[in-house]
């Protein structure tokens, strides 16, 4: 039996006359709760939608500054992009990574949740926790940091393997056994980077073991900063990862339709005339995913857990339910340049990068994932000066390649670490286990990385076995400690590898 936890207070009901603390929204369009800020901070516009507690002088309570980070506007040349067939391979990745509802109700039916043991505070809002001096008179030595083809940390080469468990904030409700249970597993395995989702977009009631961050109910959608099924599971997240010494890196928005996604958002403010190229055009929706990404970083800001803020998990100019319209690599590179250079006017110390899937861009090329098919130019947005590094994605068979096809990808981009001169990071690749070639594959692909100075390994994905959930959903591709073999050569073994890099 799932018992129900009660509905949470909502905190924009909050009084006129109330102090909204640090970090709290205290204004913006719809906004009806108060705009006082407790002592020592102010109430500063971000955009016509948000309004936020900031640290700030400590001067009578209310007063509002409003101080909008600048942003860059960029003019684009947009002609109309074909569409191919390649988009239906894709869907089936996606798909196949998709954790059901159904799977997940399964899992969590036989909990018991007590509603009298969740307490929501807003003080576990804030992670302020980074130490050390800084390398520059401003960044801290704790932070990840490039120099050249190479990530740095605390002043040494930092090479590392890494992988994706998108699932640990998803994890509830009402205590967080199953997330720190996760944690603890990633650390033991010996892994350095964790990729997780820092989106979670509903439309509607949910039911309580749903983890939303944004309700989209409304729009401008509600941003569920206190409850506990909002962004304190996301906290948990970065405060574990702290302690434990595990590096974070977090995409801000799905291109596919799994917790929301790009879709979502040109739906719920387009409604049926938009596209998916909207997104990264239009106004309104660029400035509540803004509000969206200043919110999530300015919790985090501080901590020298975050790796790099990460745009995106695969930016295309297509979704899965909505055609690009008039996007092209050109679009989807200015909405990159506008959305780093805002996360950088918010932490200049912080990695960015995008999260796309490498794609290259190469005129007359006739090959999708050459030619700028998915309306992504790798080249052009790793060069982006607000960009940090680089990243790409590999799944070869689903993408109609051979298996073999992926060691040409890992050296392309090998290639192009050498190009830009930067951090080239392999960020999701997989050989499902039904293929009977995992072993095979996985071992070539670690070859190639290591061969070709490759700065950091991450394949898709961690699995693991928690108290209430059970095993993480098994998509295939996931790596399991019951995977013997695969578990110690291509997760530990191989974690102890790439640190040999870094003497
Ligand atoms: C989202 O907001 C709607 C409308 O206020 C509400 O009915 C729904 O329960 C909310 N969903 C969540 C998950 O908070
Ligand atoms: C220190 O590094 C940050 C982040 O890269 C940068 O914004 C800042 O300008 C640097 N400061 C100096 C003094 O170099």
């Known amino acids: 039996m799932k018992a129900k936890i009660l509905a949470v207070g909502s905190v924009l009901a909050a009084g006129a006359a109330a102090?909204?603390?640090?970090?709290?929204?205290?204004?913006?369009?719809?906004?009806?709760?108060?705009?006082?800020?407790?002592?020592?901070?102010?109430?500063?516009?971000?955009?016509?939608?948000?309004?936020?507690?900031?640290?700030?002088?400590?001067?009578?309570?209310?007063?509002?500054?409003?101080?909008?980070?600048?942003?860059?506007?960029?003019?684009?040349?947009?002609?109309?992009?074909?569409?191919?067939?390649?988009q239906t391979t894709t869907s089936s990745i996606t798909?196949?990574?998709?954790?059901?509802?159904?799977?997940?109700?399964?899992?969590?039916?036989?909990r018991t949740t007590t509603t009298s043991s969740r307490t929501t505070t807003t003080s576990s809002r804030t992670i302020t926790t980074s130490s050390g001096t800084t390398a520059n008179g401003s960044c801290p030595t704790n932070f990840v940091s490039t120099s050249g083809k190479e990530f740095r940390l605390e002043g040494k080469k930092f090479y590392f393997a890494g992988s994706n468990a998108y699932y640990?904030?998803?994890?509830?409700?009402?205590?967080?056994?199953?997330?720190?249970?996760?944690?603890?597993?990633?650390?033991?395995?010996?892994?350095?980077?964790?990729?997780?989702?820092?989106?979670?977009?509903?439309?509607?009631?949910?039911?309580?073991?749903?983890?939303?961050?944004?309700?989209?109910?409304?729009?401008?959608?509600?941003?569920?900063?206190?409850?506990?099924r909002g962004l304190p599971r996301l906290d948990r997240v970065i405060?574990?990862?702290?302690?434990?010494?595990?590096?974070?890196?977090?995409?801000?928005?799905?291109?596919?339709?799994?917790?929301?996604?790009?879709?979502?958002?040109?739906?719920?403010?387009?409604?049926?005339?938009?596209?998916?190229?909207?997104?990264?055009?239009n106004t309104q929706i660029k400035n509540i995913f803004k509000n969206y990404v200043q919110t999530v970083i300015n919790r985090y800001k501080n901590s020298p857990a975050i790796l790099a803020w990460e745009l995106s998990n695969e930016i295309r100019c297509a979704g899965p339910r909505l055609g690009a319209g008039s996007c092209t690599p050109a679009v989807t590179t200015a909405w990159a340049k506008e959305i780093s250079e805002y996360i950088k006017s918010i932490d200049p110390c912080h990695?960015?990068?995008?999260?796309?899937?490498?794609?290259?861009?190469?005129?007359?090329?006739?090959?999708?994932?050459?030619?700028?098919?998915?309306?992504?130019?790798?080249?052009?947005?790793?060069?982006?000066?607000?960009?940090?590094?680089?990243?790409?994605?590999?799944?070869?068979?689903?993408?109609?390649?051979?298996?073999?096809?992926?060691?040409?990808?890992?050296?392309?981009?090998?290639a192009q670490a050498d190009a830009l001169n930067k951090p080239m990071l392999f960020e999701e690749y997989g050989v499902t286990r039904s293929?009977?070639?995992?072993?095979?594959?996985?071992?070539?692909?670690?070859?190639?990385?290591?061969?070709?100075?490759?700065?950091?390994?991450?394949?898709?994905?961690?699995?693991?076995?928690?108290?209430?959930?059970?095993?993480?959903?098994?998509?295939g591709y996931s790596i399991y400690p019951a995977d013997t073999y695969q578990w110690k050569t291509f997760v530990v073994d191989w974690a102890a590898k790439m640190a040999t890099k870094n003497i």
């Open 19 to 86: 102090q909204q603390s640090l970090w709290g929204q205290c204004g913006g369009i719809g906004w009806s709760g108060s705009s006082n800020c407790v002592p020592a901070a102010i109430c500063t516009s971000y955009n016509d939608y948000y309004y936020q507690c900031i640290p700030g002088p400590t001067t009578s309570a209310g007063t509002t500054r409003t101080t909008t980070p600048a942003t860059t506007t960029t003019t684009t040349t947009t002609s109309t992009r074909t569409s191919t067939t390649s």
């Open 95 to 110: 798909s196949s990574r998709t954790t059901t509802t159904s799977s997940r109700t399964t899992t969590t039916s036989s």
């Open 168 to 228: 640990i904030p998803m994890y509830g409700p009402n205590d967080f056994t199953d997330i720190d249970a996760a944690l603890d597993a990633f650390k033991n395995s010996g892994l350095k980077v964790l990729r997780t989702w820092g989106f979670a977009d509903f439309v509607g009631p949910q039911d309580d073991y749903v983890t939303v961050f944004q309700n989209w109910s409304t729009v401008p959608p509600v941003i569920l900063s206190t409850q506990e």
């Open 239 to 281: 405060q574990g990862a702290e302690s434990r010494g595990i590096k974070i890196i977090l995409p801000f928005v799905n291109n596919w339709a799994e917790y929301g996604g790009i879709d979502l958002y040109v739906e719920r403010v387009l409604g049926g005339s938009g596209n998916h190229g909207d997104f990264y055009t």
């Open 351 to 414: 990695l960015v990068a995008v999260g796309d899937e490498g794609f290259f861009n190469n005129p007359g090329s006739s090959d999708y994932v050459y030619n700028g098919g998915p309306g992504i130019d790798n080249y052009a947005l790793t060069a982006l000066a607000s960009i940090d590094f680089g990243t790409f994605h590999m799944y070869p068979v689903p993408w109609g390649k051979s298996w073999d096809w992926g060691n040409q990808w890992i050296k392309d981009h090998a």
């Open 435 to 475: 293929t009977g070639l995992r072993d095979t594959y996985h071992q070539q692909y670690h070859d190639t990385v290591f061969a070709n100075n490759i700065a950091g390994d991450m394949f898709w994905q961690f699995g693991t076995t928690v108290p209430n959930w059970g095993k993480s959903y098994d998509d």
